[in-house]
Each structure stands twice: as C-alpha cells, then as structure tokens.
C-alpha cells in the first residue's frame, strides 16, 4: 500500500508518523513499535522514535509505503 502524507509543518516526527498511520494510538506505544517492527527511511533503517521526517522523505513500515509532501 501507498499513501501520501500532507505535512502541515515543516517537519513530523517518526512517532507522529506511526501516529498518524495507525499503527499506534498513542505517542507511548512508538518505542514499543520500532523495537518489534522493521521501519525504513529513505531506504535506510530507522528505529528512532524522535527521526524528524520531511517533506519528499519516503517511510516504509511493514511493506507499506508513506510518501511524505508540503502541505495542503
């Protein structure tokens, strides 16, 4: 799946991310996720909940696909 993420400010946090995507409900429970889960940066992996994402990155988690945009 792939989908595209409107940023409303000039940068999200990896956390916000899962977040946003569902995959957690609550900012607590990212940890948690990144230790359990394959999550990719640009092509690089990322286990930081705190990874300031930004417009053009491209976020992979679980075989899904989360192109990150400005704004709209």
């Not at 990896?14 to 990144?34: E, P, Y």
């Not at 990719?40 to 990150?68: C, M, S």
């Amino acid at each position: 799946m792939e989908q595209e993420i409107f940023l409303k400010t000039p940068y999200i946090t990896l956390g916000q991310l899962l977040k946003i995507a569902d995959f957690i409900s609550s900012g607590g429970q990212a940890k948690w996720f990144l230790a359990e889960n394959q999550v990719e940066v640009n092509g690089e992996p990322e286990a930081r909940r705190g990874k300031k994402l930004y417009p053009a990155d491209v976020v992979q988690i679980n075989g899904n696909t989360f192109k990150l945009k400005a704004g709209q």
